[in-house]
């Protein structure tokens, strides 16, 4: 299938499966590290670049069909459709406007072209604008005095504006992405069937753009309670600190540090089970823009022992040893019913920790108390691996910033 758009010519791909497939998010953050460790951080880039990677696996005839298209049009543009944001319309007859919630997926599916599937195959459309206005009283005015008897009333309505009229039923509408191929198409054949992997790397004008959810807030940054999962057993974490080791080869060595604190270095891993969980992690995602924008998260480690057995408000008693030298400043406490609060360590001594505002909370209610701290993601890629029936894991190195 071939469309023309304002790029010029583009070829659609209508199948794209999303087995054993990637979405990788670029995003571009300058970061500036000073002497203590603190740092400033730019964005360098607006909006993410898209990079999108699929195997095509055909038999007999549609295996001609791809490598002529590909052998044809390698460096050509591609229209790639996006599944993982499919959403049903209702039937339309000869109309240019779907009604459908655009909330869920408005990063993706936006102005721009989409790809509607139904019985009758697959059309390539233009939404030219998202919501409008419908007229649900009409004015009237006085004939003599034109003064305004009845005002006029419109309410607004959710979905897509098209360019063109359509005519479909039992159908459903995905985005499509504008793509060139990055690098080669590597061809795997077993005579009558061949594997084809493609790289595609979206054109910046039609790369995703979202301000991201504004989520609660602690000391001015954004909070989370989003859980750490296990590498298999176990999750490898990493101290680290700058060192400086002076060592002249001969007698002994001496070394140093200009960092107050370590840095704590962590994967942070999720499966994400259904598409709302995924758009929900995307919108995550733009929130954070890559490195740029720091949020606080619990440690979830238990590094704290706590003693106290009765009802607690701002005192916490504890006999975990080195805890003035550490000097950890924020907790998070969990209750049995899935309640999460912040607090900050306002004084402490060998044995004690003050916290405001107070926990209130009897100790037996409680699940977990944790550190808190102050992270941000330690890599701009992030890359979405489709596992199959609507399963995507995503891990993002994250690094703490404040204790």
């Known amino acids: 299938m071939k469309i023309q758009t304002q790029y010029s010519e583009v070829h659609v791909l209508t199948n794209c499966p999303l087995l054993n497939s990637t979405e990788r998010l670029e995003f571009r953050t300058e970061v500036h590290e000073a002497y203590d460790s603190s740092e400033d951080r730019y964005i360098q880039r607006d909006a993410p670049r898209q990079v999108l990677s699929f195997n095509y696996v055909n038999m007999q005839k549609a295996m001609g069909d791809i490598f002529h298209m590909l052998y044809a049009n390698l460096r050509n543009l591609w229209g790639i459709p996006l599944p993982q944001f499919r959403q049903l319309i209702p039937d339309l007859d000869e109309s240019d406007y779907i009604p459908l919630s655009t909330a869920a997926n408005i990063a993706d599916l936006r102005v721009g072209f989409a790809l509607i599937e139904s019985a009758a195959g697959f059309q390539v459309v233009e939404i030219t604008a998202v919501g409008r206005y419908i007229i649900t009283q009409e004015e009237i005015r006085d004939p003599e005095t034109n003064d305004i008897l009845q005002a006029l009333e419109t309410e607004y309505q959710d979905g897509f504006r098209l360019a063109q009229n359509v005519t479909v039923s039992n159908a459903s509408i995905m985005p ?106 995307r919108r995550f995602l733009f929130r954070r823009m890559g490195r740029y924008q720091a949020f606080w998260i619990p440690l979830y480690e238990r590094h704290l022992n706590i003693l106290n057995t009765g009802n607690i408000t701002t005192s916490l008693s504890t006999n ?84």
């Open 176 to 281: 499509l992405r504008i793509c060139i191929i990055d690098g080669d198409a590597s061809i795997n054949t077993g005579g009558f069937w061949s594997n084809s992997s493609v790289v595609f790397r979206v054109i910046a004008e039609d790369s995703p753009e979202h301000s991201g959810d504004i989520p609660a807030q602690y000391q001015g940054e954004d909070i989370y309670f989003k859980p750490l999962l296990l590498d298999g057993s176990a999750l490898e974490m990493t101290l680290m600190q700058h060192q400086n080791i002076v060592d002249a080869d001969v007698g002994g060595f001496q070394q140093f540090t200009h960092w107050k604190k370590p840095r704590y270095l962590k994967p942070f891993k999720s499966v994400l089970k259904g598409w709302d969980q995924y758009s929900e992690y």
């Open 320 to 403: 975990t040893k080195y805890l003035l030298e550490a000097d950890r400043k924020h907790i998070a406490v969990k209750r049995k019913d899935g309640t999460w609060t912040a607090h900050e360590i306002t004084a402490k001594t060998g044995g004690s920790l003050t916290v405001s505002p107070s926990i209130n909370t009897h100790r037996n209610d409680i699940q977990t108390i944790c550190y808190l701290g102050l992270h941000r993601f330690d890599a701009d890629q992030i890359e979405f691996q489709f596992l199959g029936a609507q399963i995507t894991q995503v891990t993002v190195p994250i690094v703490e910033l404040s204790p």
